[in-house]
């Protein structure tokens, strides 16, 4: 069965201190790495897909990397707007479309 | 903007009640799902669909159907409404390969 565990389930950052947080996973056969940050009563927004181990990807503050086993989302100089919930998902290979998500991660960034 | 609309932001239901919660996409997409979201449950898939008049079950379908007569809309059905039911529901969409993008969310609440 696939899994999905993202760590810490809680972080709480100064403005302008770094940190990363954590997905690891579990799947058969992975096609596909997602990242989305999700604001309060909202609907998740899609941030990254990573495809193979040794991909990254960036967006303004943030950068996701893969490895077999798992992806480190970094946060660089974050701002009070990065607080959000960040959530992980993986897909399976063949022919599978549903992402199996991970409980995510709340991130607090205090001014 | 390619949009995923969930056509109710907040619903307040009475227990017994059929409940219907729909999902409209504007982007051709195939595929179409339904996931609720709890605290510390992180998100659950209830149904998808990958085409029209086609529907799986998910993690969790149990007092719950679904609808899909046109690919642009995925509806999600409380046959009977519970307490237990009262949760943010969640509906996506994907192209084939890709990962989703999310509606806004429904807040349902079951009294």
């Known amino acids: 069965e696939d899994q999905v565990t993202q760590s810490p389930e809680a972080l709480r950052l100064q403005e302008g201190e770094s940190s990363s947080l954590n997905c690891s996973y579990t799947v058969s056969g992975l096609r596909g790495l997602f990242w989305y940050r999700q604001d309060p009563g909202k609907g998740p927004e899609f941030l990254f897909t990573?495809?193979?181990a040794g991909e990254e990807k960036e967006k303004e503050r943030l950068k996701a990397t893969l490895t077999k086993k798992e992806s480190f989302l970094h946060i660089t100089a974050p701002k009070p707007e990065d607080s959000a919930t960040y959530l992980c998902a993986v897909q399976e290979g063949q022919g599978a479309q549903k992402l199996v998500f991970g409980q995510g991660t709340r991130l607090t960034i205090n001014p | 903007d390619v949009k995923v609309t969930q056509s109710s932001r907040y619903l307040v239901k009475r227990t017994g009640e059929k409940v219907f919660l729909e999902c409209v996409q504007d982007m051709d997409h195939e595929n179409m799902f339904w996931y609720r979201q709890d605290p510390g449950l992180g998100l659950r898939l209830i149904y998808f669909?990958?085409?029209?008049?086609?529907?799986e079950k998910g993690d969790i379908p149990e007092g719950y159907s679904v609808s899909r007569e046109k690919k642009e809309r995925f509806s999600l059905i409380l046959e009977s409404a519970s307490t237990n039911q009262t949760s943010m529901y969640l509906c996506?969409?994907?192209?084939?390969?890709?990962?989703?993008?999310f509606g806004s969310g429904t807040r349902l609440t079951v009294v």
């Open positions: 996506a969409s994907s192209q084939t390969n890709y990962g989703y993008t």
């Open positions: 990573l495809y193979s």
């Open positions: 669909s990958y085409d029209v008049k086609m529907k």
